[in-house]
Protein backbone atom coordinates (compact mmCIF):
# COMPACT_ATOMS: atom_id res chain seq x y z
CA UNK A 1 0.00 0.00 0.00
CA UNK A 2 2.99 2.38 1.02
CA UNK A 3 4.43 1.71 -2.14
CA UNK A 4 1.69 2.61 -4.30
CA UNK A 5 0.84 5.73 -2.57
CA UNK A 6 4.83 6.70 -3.02
CA UNK A 7 4.25 6.10 -6.64
CA UNK A 8 0.77 7.72 -7.20
CA UNK A 9 3.00 10.85 -5.20
CA UNK A 10 5.82 10.71 -7.96
CA UNK A 11 3.09 10.51 -10.70
CA UNK A 12 1.60 13.66 -9.49
CA UNK A 13 4.91 15.29 -9.07
CA UNK A 14 5.63 14.52 -12.68
CA UNK A 15 2.76 15.43 -14.14
CA UNK A 16 3.36 19.09 -12.29
CA UNK A 17 6.66 19.34 -13.33
CA UNK A 18 5.93 18.82 -17.25
CA UNK A 19 2.66 21.13 -16.54
CA UNK A 20 4.55 23.66 -14.83
CA UNK A 21 7.13 23.33 -18.12
CA UNK A 22 4.21 23.60 -20.60
CA UNK A 23 2.96 26.94 -18.48
CA UNK A 24 6.10 28.26 -18.75
CA UNK A 25 6.14 27.88 -22.66
CA UNK A 26 2.93 29.06 -23.01
CA UNK A 27 2.74 32.47 -20.63
CA UNK A 28 4.49 34.79 -23.57
CA UNK A 29 1.71 33.50 -25.32
CA UNK A 30 -0.96 34.06 -22.77
CA UNK A 31 0.45 37.55 -22.70
CA UNK A 32 0.60 38.40 -26.54
CA UNK A 33 -3.00 37.34 -26.23
CA UNK A 34 -4.00 39.54 -23.71
CA UNK A 35 -4.73 42.59 -25.40
CA UNK A 36 -6.98 40.95 -27.96
CA UNK A 37 -9.25 38.71 -25.27
CA UNK A 38 -12.70 38.93 -25.75
CA UNK A 39 -14.83 41.47 -24.44
CA UNK A 40 -16.26 40.73 -20.31
CA UNK A 41 -19.06 38.66 -21.24
CA UNK A 42 -17.98 36.72 -24.37
CA UNK A 43 -18.96 33.29 -24.82
CA UNK A 44 -15.50 31.71 -23.46
CA UNK A 45 -16.27 28.15 -24.31
CA UNK A 46 -17.20 28.43 -27.79
CA UNK A 47 -13.94 30.56 -28.34
CA UNK A 48 -11.90 27.67 -26.54
CA UNK A 49 -13.25 25.32 -29.04
CA UNK A 50 -12.74 27.31 -31.70
CA UNK A 51 -8.95 27.72 -30.69
CA UNK A 52 -8.44 24.21 -30.83
CA UNK A 53 -7.16 24.12 -34.23
CA UNK A 54 -4.88 21.66 -35.88
CA UNK A 55 -1.14 23.73 -35.51
CA UNK A 56 0.23 24.92 -38.74
CA UNK A 57 2.01 21.87 -41.14
CA UNK A 58 0.46 19.58 -38.67
CA UNK A 59 -1.65 16.47 -39.70
CA UNK A 60 -5.41 15.81 -38.14
CA UNK A 61 -7.67 12.81 -37.98
CA UNK A 62 -8.22 10.99 -41.28
CA UNK A 63 -4.55 12.47 -42.49
CA UNK A 64 -1.91 9.96 -43.60
CA UNK A 65 2.03 10.31 -44.67
CA UNK A 66 5.10 11.46 -42.81
CA UNK A 67 3.48 14.08 -40.93
CA UNK A 68 1.12 11.50 -38.75
CA UNK A 69 4.31 9.23 -38.71
CA UNK A 70 6.36 12.29 -36.95
CA UNK A 71 3.72 12.58 -34.30
CA UNK A 72 3.31 8.92 -33.72
CA UNK A 73 7.34 8.39 -33.09
CA UNK A 74 7.32 11.27 -30.92
CA UNK A 75 4.10 10.21 -28.93
CA UNK A 76 6.31 6.25 -28.70
CA UNK A 77 9.70 8.64 -27.80
CA UNK A 78 7.84 9.74 -25.04
CA UNK A 79 6.93 6.67 -23.17
CA UNK A 80 3.02 6.47 -24.77
CA UNK A 81 2.24 2.95 -25.85
CA UNK A 82 0.79 3.35 -29.30
CA UNK A 83 -1.85 0.74 -30.57
CA UNK A 84 -0.55 -0.38 -33.76
CA UNK A 85 2.82 1.21 -33.57
CA UNK A 86 3.81 4.12 -36.51
CA UNK A 87 1.37 3.06 -39.55
CA UNK A 88 1.41 7.07 -40.79
CA UNK A 89 -2.69 6.96 -40.44
CA UNK A 90 -4.30 9.33 -38.30
CA UNK A 91 -6.73 6.93 -37.25
CA UNK A 92 -8.61 6.08 -33.46
CA UNK A 93 -5.86 4.93 -31.98
CA UNK A 94 -3.36 7.52 -32.38
CA UNK A 95 -6.09 10.55 -31.30
CA UNK A 96 -6.52 8.59 -28.22
CA UNK A 97 -2.72 8.26 -27.46
CA UNK A 98 -2.99 11.71 -28.27
CA UNK A 99 -5.57 12.56 -25.45
CA UNK A 100 -3.76 10.21 -23.66
CA UNK A 101 -0.99 12.37 -23.74
CA UNK A 102 -2.15 15.55 -23.57
CA UNK A 103 -3.99 14.60 -20.21
CA UNK A 104 -0.68 13.66 -18.76
CA UNK A 105 1.35 16.40 -19.05
CA UNK A 106 -1.63 18.82 -18.49
CA UNK A 107 -2.17 20.38 -21.95
CA UNK A 108 -6.20 20.71 -22.65
CA UNK A 109 -7.29 16.92 -24.07
CA UNK A 110 -8.41 17.38 -27.77
CA UNK A 111 -7.10 14.86 -29.91
CA UNK A 112 -5.78 17.75 -31.86
CA UNK A 113 -2.25 18.47 -32.65
CA UNK A 114 -2.74 22.10 -31.65
CA UNK A 115 0.26 24.67 -31.26
CA UNK A 116 0.62 23.37 -27.08
CA UNK A 117 0.64 20.24 -28.03
CA UNK A 118 3.04 20.34 -31.21
CA UNK A 119 5.48 22.26 -29.08
CA UNK A 120 5.78 20.30 -26.24
CA UNK A 121 6.34 17.49 -28.52
CA UNK A 122 8.58 19.11 -30.64
CA UNK A 123 7.11 18.70 -33.63
CA UNK A 124 8.33 20.87 -36.16
CA UNK A 125 6.11 22.19 -38.88
CA UNK A 126 7.26 22.11 -42.47
CA UNK A 127 7.96 25.07 -44.94
CA UNK A 128 6.20 23.25 -47.80
CA UNK A 129 5.25 19.54 -48.99
CA UNK A 130 8.59 19.89 -50.97
CA UNK A 131 10.03 19.17 -47.36
CA UNK A 132 8.44 16.05 -47.09
CA UNK A 133 10.57 13.58 -49.28
CA UNK A 134 13.64 14.58 -47.39
CA UNK A 135 12.02 13.23 -43.93
CA UNK A 136 12.42 9.45 -45.89
CA UNK A 137 16.17 9.85 -44.54
CA UNK A 138 14.96 9.61 -40.93
CA UNK A 139 14.07 5.93 -41.89
CA UNK A 140 17.53 4.27 -41.56
CA UNK A 141 16.95 1.50 -43.92
CA UNK A 142 14.84 -0.17 -46.89
CA UNK A 143 13.34 -2.96 -47.09
CA UNK A 144 15.78 -4.45 -48.93
CA UNK A 145 18.89 -3.22 -46.57
CA UNK A 146 17.48 -4.79 -43.33
CA UNK A 147 19.88 -6.90 -41.36
CA UNK A 148 18.35 -10.19 -41.00
CA UNK A 149 19.54 -13.10 -38.75
CA UNK A 150 23.27 -13.84 -39.04
CA UNK A 151 24.70 -9.91 -39.48
CA UNK A 152 26.15 -8.18 -37.41
CA UNK A 153 27.43 -4.99 -36.66
CA UNK A 154 25.33 -1.42 -36.11
CA UNK A 155 22.94 -1.98 -38.18
CA UNK A 156 21.73 -4.56 -36.09
CA UNK A 157 22.51 -2.49 -32.93
CA UNK A 158 19.78 0.07 -34.26
CA UNK A 159 17.13 -2.76 -34.84
CA UNK A 160 17.93 -4.17 -31.09
CA UNK A 161 17.88 -0.39 -29.59
CA UNK A 162 14.43 0.32 -31.23
CA UNK A 163 13.35 -3.13 -29.75
CA UNK A 164 14.67 -1.81 -26.25
CA UNK A 165 12.64 1.35 -26.83
CA UNK A 166 9.27 -0.34 -26.94
CA UNK A 167 10.02 -1.77 -23.62
CA UNK A 168 11.09 -5.11 -24.34
CA UNK A 169 14.29 -6.82 -23.06
CA UNK A 170 16.61 -8.00 -25.87
CA UNK A 171 17.89 -11.22 -24.78
CA UNK A 172 21.98 -11.18 -25.21
CA UNK A 173 21.58 -7.06 -25.30
CA UNK A 174 22.73 -4.64 -27.29
CA UNK A 175 25.34 -6.81 -29.26
CA UNK A 176 24.86 -6.15 -32.79
CA UNK A 177 24.52 -9.41 -33.16
CA UNK A 178 21.24 -10.93 -34.80
CA UNK A 179 21.29 -14.08 -33.39
CA UNK A 180 18.32 -15.82 -31.19
CA UNK A 181 18.32 -13.42 -28.62
CA UNK A 182 17.07 -10.75 -30.95
CA UNK A 183 14.99 -13.55 -32.88
CA UNK A 184 13.12 -13.95 -29.78
CA UNK A 185 12.56 -10.65 -28.86
CA UNK A 186 11.20 -9.58 -32.47
CA UNK A 187 8.58 -12.81 -31.61
CA UNK A 188 7.84 -11.13 -28.52
CA UNK A 189 7.05 -7.54 -30.59
CA UNK A 190 5.05 -9.47 -33.31
CA UNK A 191 3.07 -11.30 -30.89
CA UNK A 192 2.30 -7.90 -28.62
CA UNK A 193 1.41 -6.09 -32.40
CA UNK A 194 -1.09 -8.84 -33.45
CA UNK A 195 1.66 -9.09 -36.44
CA UNK A 196 2.62 -12.49 -37.77
CA UNK A 197 5.24 -14.26 -35.90
CA UNK A 198 7.77 -15.23 -37.88
CA UNK A 199 10.82 -14.11 -35.57
CA UNK A 200 11.71 -12.39 -39.20
CA UNK A 201 12.22 -8.61 -39.65
CA UNK A 202 10.09 -8.09 -42.30
CA UNK A 203 8.20 -5.38 -43.88
CA UNK A 204 5.18 -5.74 -41.96
CA UNK A 205 7.42 -5.65 -38.68
CA UNK A 206 9.57 -3.36 -39.97
CA UNK A 207 7.24 -1.07 -40.68
CA UNK A 208 5.68 -0.70 -36.80
CA UNK A 209 9.13 -0.42 -35.79
CA UNK A 210 9.48 2.95 -37.46
CA UNK A 211 12.14 1.05 -39.46
CA UNK A 212 11.43 1.42 -42.99
CA UNK A 213 8.76 4.14 -45.00
CA UNK A 214 5.29 2.13 -45.00
CA UNK A 215 3.72 1.50 -48.10
CA UNK A 216 1.32 4.46 -49.03
CA UNK A 217 -1.77 4.04 -48.43
CA UNK A 218 -2.87 5.82 -51.89
CA UNK A 219 -1.48 2.88 -53.73
CA UNK A 220 -4.74 0.71 -53.16
CA UNK A 221 -7.20 2.72 -55.17
CA UNK A 222 -4.37 2.47 -58.12
CA UNK A 223 -6.33 -0.51 -60.17
CA UNK A 224 -9.66 1.03 -60.41
CA UNK A 225 -7.75 4.24 -61.88
CA UNK A 226 -6.67 2.01 -65.40
CA UNK A 227 -10.46 1.10 -66.70
CA UNK A 228 -10.80 4.65 -66.54
CA UNK A 229 -8.23 5.87 -68.83
CA UNK A 230 -6.86 4.63 -72.16
CA UNK A 231 -4.18 1.89 -72.01
CA UNK A 232 -1.47 4.41 -72.35
CA UNK A 233 -1.27 5.63 -68.67
CA UNK A 234 -0.97 1.99 -67.47
CA UNK A 235 2.92 2.29 -67.24
CA UNK A 236 2.52 5.17 -64.98
CA UNK A 237 0.54 3.20 -63.12
CA UNK A 238 2.42 0.21 -62.73
CA UNK A 239 5.01 0.94 -60.21
CA UNK A 240 2.27 2.02 -57.89
CA UNK A 241 0.98 -1.18 -58.14
CA UNK A 242 3.86 -2.67 -56.86
CA UNK A 243 2.00 -3.07 -53.28
CA UNK A 244 0.01 -5.72 -54.42
CA UNK A 245 2.75 -8.15 -53.42
CA UNK A 246 3.06 -6.91 -50.37
CA UNK A 247 -0.32 -8.61 -49.47
CA UNK A 248 0.84 -11.62 -50.79
CA UNK A 249 4.10 -11.80 -48.49
CA UNK A 250 2.17 -11.32 -45.65
CA UNK A 251 -0.48 -13.97 -46.24
CA UNK A 252 2.85 -16.40 -46.91
CA UNK A 253 5.45 -15.89 -43.93
CA UNK A 254 8.82 -16.94 -45.32
CA UNK A 255 9.41 -19.77 -43.47
CA UNK A 256 12.94 -20.34 -42.00
CA UNK A 257 14.43 -23.12 -39.83
CA UNK A 258 14.04 -21.52 -36.47
CA UNK A 259 10.99 -19.94 -37.44
CA UNK A 260 9.01 -23.30 -38.53
CA UNK A 261 5.83 -23.24 -36.57
CA UNK A 262 5.01 -26.42 -34.02
CA UNK A 263 2.19 -27.98 -32.17
CA UNK A 264 0.26 -25.57 -30.43
CA UNK A 265 1.25 -22.73 -32.57
CA UNK A 266 -1.37 -20.59 -33.96
CA UNK A 267 -1.40 -18.02 -36.88
CA UNK A 268 -0.58 -17.10 -40.56
CA UNK A 269 2.13 -19.46 -40.92
CA UNK A 270 0.13 -22.41 -39.29
CA UNK A 271 -2.50 -21.49 -42.14
CA UNK A 272 0.35 -21.03 -44.82
CA UNK A 273 1.31 -25.06 -44.00
CA UNK A 274 -2.09 -26.34 -43.66
CA UNK A 275 -2.64 -24.81 -46.80
CA UNK A 276 0.20 -26.08 -48.43
CA UNK A 277 -1.12 -29.51 -47.38
CA UNK A 278 -4.54 -29.07 -48.82
CA UNK A 279 -2.51 -28.33 -52.18
CA UNK A 280 -0.73 -31.34 -52.02
CA UNK A 281 -3.73 -33.55 -51.39
CA UNK A 282 -3.66 -34.03 -48.16
CA UNK A 283 -6.56 -33.71 -45.78
CA UNK A 284 -6.24 -31.32 -42.92
CA UNK A 285 -9.26 -31.92 -40.63
CA UNK A 286 -10.36 -28.56 -39.43
CA UNK A 287 -8.90 -26.69 -42.78
CA UNK A 288 -6.67 -24.05 -42.58
CA UNK A 289 -7.32 -22.31 -39.69
CA UNK A 290 -4.39 -21.42 -38.14
CA UNK A 291 -4.76 -23.74 -35.42
CA UNK A 292 -1.50 -26.43 -34.85
CA UNK A 293 -3.31 -29.37 -33.20
CA UNK A 294 -4.20 -33.04 -33.40
CA UNK A 295 -5.88 -32.29 -36.65
CA UNK A 296 -2.68 -30.82 -38.33
CA UNK A 297 -0.35 -33.29 -36.94
CA UNK A 298 -2.03 -36.06 -38.10
CA UNK A 299 -2.16 -34.73 -41.48
CA UNK A 300 1.51 -33.99 -41.66
CA UNK A 301 2.27 -37.62 -40.81
CA UNK A 302 -0.11 -38.72 -43.99
CA UNK A 303 2.12 -36.70 -45.92
CA UNK A 304 5.33 -37.65 -44.40
CA UNK A 305 4.35 -41.33 -45.32
CA UNK A 306 3.11 -41.26 -48.67
CA UNK A 307 6.09 -39.39 -49.47
CA UNK A 308 8.74 -41.58 -47.66
CA UNK A 309 9.43 -39.45 -45.09
CA UNK A 310 9.91 -40.46 -41.81
CA UNK A 311 6.19 -40.05 -40.01
CA UNK A 312 6.47 -38.05 -36.91
CA UNK A 313 3.75 -35.05 -37.32
CA UNK A 314 6.51 -32.80 -36.75
CA UNK A 315 7.20 -30.33 -39.50
CA UNK A 316 10.70 -30.63 -39.61
CA UNK A 317 13.08 -29.35 -42.40
CA UNK A 318 12.80 -32.02 -45.45
CA UNK A 319 8.65 -32.01 -45.10
CA UNK A 320 8.71 -28.22 -44.84
CA UNK A 321 10.87 -28.03 -48.25
CA UNK A 322 9.29 -30.64 -50.15
CA UNK A 323 5.85 -28.46 -49.24
CA UNK A 324 7.62 -25.71 -50.73
CA UNK A 325 7.42 -23.51 -47.26
CA UNK A 326 11.38 -23.40 -47.14
CA UNK A 327 13.89 -22.39 -49.44
CA UNK A 328 16.65 -24.41 -50.31
CA UNK A 329 19.73 -24.44 -47.47
CA UNK A 330 22.72 -22.25 -49.33
CA UNK A 331 24.98 -25.19 -49.87
CA UNK A 332 23.08 -28.68 -50.01
CA UNK A 333 24.77 -32.28 -49.17
CA UNK A 334 24.27 -35.58 -50.40
CA UNK A 335 24.28 -37.84 -47.14
CA UNK A 336 23.75 -36.81 -43.27
CA UNK A 337 27.31 -36.90 -41.95
CA UNK A 338 26.71 -38.93 -39.11
CA UNK A 339 25.11 -42.78 -37.85
CA UNK A 340 21.68 -42.59 -35.63
CA UNK A 341 20.89 -42.20 -33.25
CA UNK A 342 22.38 -38.66 -32.68
CA UNK A 343 20.79 -35.55 -31.69
CA UNK A 344 21.65 -31.55 -32.63
CA UNK A 345 20.08 -28.04 -31.97
CA UNK A 346 20.76 -25.01 -33.04
CA UNK A 347 24.08 -23.77 -31.40
CA UNK A 348 25.24 -21.29 -33.91
CA UNK A 349 27.11 -18.50 -32.92
CA UNK A 350 26.30 -19.57 -28.82
CA UNK A 351 29.02 -18.39 -26.58
CA UNK A 352 31.95 -20.88 -26.00
CA UNK A 353 34.11 -19.36 -23.25
CA UNK A 354 36.08 -15.84 -25.84
CA UNK A 355 34.66 -17.17 -28.65
CA UNK A 356 31.48 -17.87 -30.68
CA UNK A 357 30.35 -21.21 -32.05
CA UNK A 358 30.59 -21.84 -35.50
CA UNK A 359 29.26 -25.00 -36.39
CA UNK A 360 26.58 -27.46 -35.11
CA UNK A 361 27.19 -30.15 -32.78
CA UNK A 362 25.65 -33.63 -33.69
CA UNK A 363 25.57 -35.45 -30.62
CA UNK A 364 26.22 -39.01 -30.32
CA UNK A 365 27.96 -42.24 -28.51
CA UNK A 366 31.87 -43.09 -29.16
CA UNK A 367 32.51 -45.30 -32.02
CA UNK A 368 29.37 -44.37 -34.44
CA UNK A 369 30.08 -43.92 -38.09
CA UNK A 370 31.15 -40.27 -39.21
CA UNK A 371 30.44 -39.82 -43.08
CA UNK A 372 31.57 -38.28 -45.87
CA UNK A 373 28.39 -35.36 -46.62
CA UNK A 374 29.70 -35.43 -50.65
CA UNK A 375 31.99 -36.17 -53.29
CA UNK A 376 35.56 -34.44 -52.36
CA UNK A 377 38.79 -34.47 -51.50
CA UNK A 378 40.30 -34.38 -47.45
CA UNK A 379 42.49 -31.28 -47.93
CA UNK A 380 43.44 -31.06 -44.40
CA UNK A 381 43.86 -33.19 -40.86
CA UNK A 382 44.05 -32.59 -37.52
CA UNK A 383 45.79 -34.88 -35.20
CA UNK A 384 44.82 -34.88 -31.32
CA UNK A 385 48.08 -34.31 -29.93
CA UNK A 386 48.47 -31.78 -32.13
CA UNK A 387 45.69 -29.76 -31.80
CA UNK A 388 44.54 -29.04 -28.18
CA UNK A 389 40.79 -27.70 -29.68
CA UNK A 390 39.64 -29.80 -32.81
CA UNK A 391 41.45 -33.10 -31.73
CA UNK A 392 41.00 -35.45 -34.38
CA UNK A 393 39.67 -33.99 -37.71
CA UNK A 394 40.02 -33.17 -41.17
CA UNK A 395 38.33 -30.62 -44.04
CA UNK A 396 36.31 -32.19 -47.00
CA UNK A 397 36.67 -29.76 -50.23
CA UNK A 398 34.43 -30.03 -53.05
CA UNK A 399 34.94 -29.00 -56.44
CA UNK A 400 33.71 -25.13 -56.13
CA UNK A 401 36.36 -24.97 -53.11
CA UNK A 402 33.19 -25.32 -50.42
CA UNK A 403 34.79 -27.42 -47.43
CA UNK A 404 33.29 -29.10 -44.29
CA UNK A 405 35.66 -29.22 -41.22
CA UNK A 406 35.05 -32.11 -38.59
CA UNK A 407 35.98 -32.00 -35.25
CA UNK A 408 36.52 -34.20 -32.32
CA UNK A 409 36.45 -37.79 -34.42
CA UNK A 410 37.98 -40.70 -31.72
CA UNK A 411 39.90 -41.57 -35.29
CA UNK A 412 40.40 -41.43 -38.80
CA UNK A 413 39.27 -44.42 -41.04
CA UNK A 414 42.19 -46.37 -42.91
CA UNK A 415 44.00 -44.76 -45.87
CA UNK A 416 41.78 -41.08 -45.00
CA UNK A 417 44.56 -38.53 -45.76
CA UNK A 418 45.66 -35.40 -47.52
CA UNK A 419 44.42 -36.07 -50.83
CA UNK A 420 42.29 -38.52 -50.41
CA UNK A 421 39.65 -38.61 -52.88
CA UNK A 422 36.08 -39.69 -51.32
CA UNK A 423 32.58 -40.23 -52.41
CA UNK A 424 29.20 -39.18 -50.21
CA UNK A 425 28.75 -41.43 -47.93
CA UNK A 426 31.79 -43.02 -47.09
CA UNK A 427 33.43 -43.68 -44.20
CA UNK A 428 35.85 -41.08 -42.60
CA UNK A 429 36.60 -41.75 -39.40
CA UNK A 430 34.37 -42.97 -36.13
CA UNK A 431 32.77 -40.38 -33.49
CA UNK A 432 34.82 -39.60 -30.51
CA UNK A 433 35.44 -36.77 -27.54
CA UNK A 434 38.90 -35.66 -29.06
CA UNK A 435 40.16 -32.05 -28.07
CA UNK A 436 38.46 -29.82 -26.28
CA UNK A 437 35.77 -31.74 -25.01
CA UNK A 438 34.76 -34.29 -22.68
CA UNK A 439 31.28 -34.95 -24.62
CA UNK A 440 31.30 -37.45 -27.63
CA UNK A 441 30.20 -35.57 -30.61
CA UNK A 442 30.73 -34.58 -34.10
CA UNK A 443 31.58 -30.54 -34.48
CA UNK A 444 30.47 -29.98 -38.19
CA UNK A 445 30.99 -26.90 -40.15
CA UNK A 446 30.50 -25.55 -43.79
CA UNK A 447 32.72 -22.84 -45.50
CA UNK A 448 31.21 -21.90 -48.72
CA UNK A 449 33.83 -21.33 -51.74
CA UNK A 450 36.03 -21.53 -48.34
CA UNK A 451 34.82 -18.35 -47.38
CA UNK A 452 33.53 -18.13 -43.76
CA UNK A 453 31.80 -20.57 -41.51
CA UNK A 454 27.90 -19.96 -42.29
CA UNK A 455 24.70 -21.71 -39.91
CA UNK A 456 24.87 -25.18 -41.11
CA UNK A 457 22.04 -26.42 -39.15
CA UNK A 458 19.59 -26.02 -41.96
CA UNK A 459 22.09 -27.79 -44.27
CA UNK A 460 22.41 -30.88 -41.86
CA UNK A 461 18.57 -30.49 -41.28
CA UNK A 462 17.32 -30.74 -44.79
CA UNK A 463 19.15 -34.52 -45.12
CA UNK A 464 18.00 -35.72 -41.20
CA UNK A 465 19.17 -39.05 -40.79
CA UNK A 466 19.21 -39.00 -36.73
CA UNK A 467 16.96 -41.95 -37.15
CA UNK A 468 18.77 -44.16 -38.98
CA UNK A 469 20.82 -46.65 -36.58
CA UNK A 470 21.72 -49.22 -39.66
CA UNK A 471 25.26 -48.42 -40.96
CA UNK A 472 25.45 -47.20 -45.10
CA UNK A 473 26.07 -49.42 -47.53
CA UNK A 474 29.42 -48.23 -48.57
CA UNK A 475 29.15 -46.18 -52.50
Known amino acids: MRATQHRDR ?22 ASAATAPPHGASTPA ?20 AVESVQRALIANGFTLRGGVTGVFEANTRRTLRNFQRVVGLRVTGVVDMPTAQVLRLAAPASTSSIPPAAASFPFTLETLPRRGASGTAVQTVQK ?28 QKIKGLVETGLLDEATAVSLGLIAPVPATTAPAPTAAPTTTAAP ?13 VSTAATPALTFDTLPKRGDRGESVAAVQRALIAAGTEVKGGADGVFGVGTSAAITRYQGANGFVASGRLDFRT ?14 QVFPMQGPCGYSDTWHAPRGTRKHLGVD ?27 LTGNGLRLTIAD ?22 KAGQVL ?14 HFEVHPQGGEAINPTAIVAAVDACNVTAPRPAP
Do not use: C, W
Not at 429 to 442: A, F, Q, V
Open 10 to 31: SYRLLSLTIAAAIVAVMVPAAS
Open 47 to 66: NSKKSAKTAPGQPGFGDTGM
Open 162 to 189: TLAATGLAVRGGIDGFFGRGTTSTILEY
Open 234 to 246: APTNAPTTTAAPV
Open 320 to 333: ARALNLIAAPPVEI
Open 362 to 388: LIGAEGLLIYAVADGTITKTYIAGQNA
Open 401 to 422: GTYFFYGHLQRLADGIGVGTKV
Open 429 to 442: GTNGKTGNTNTPHL
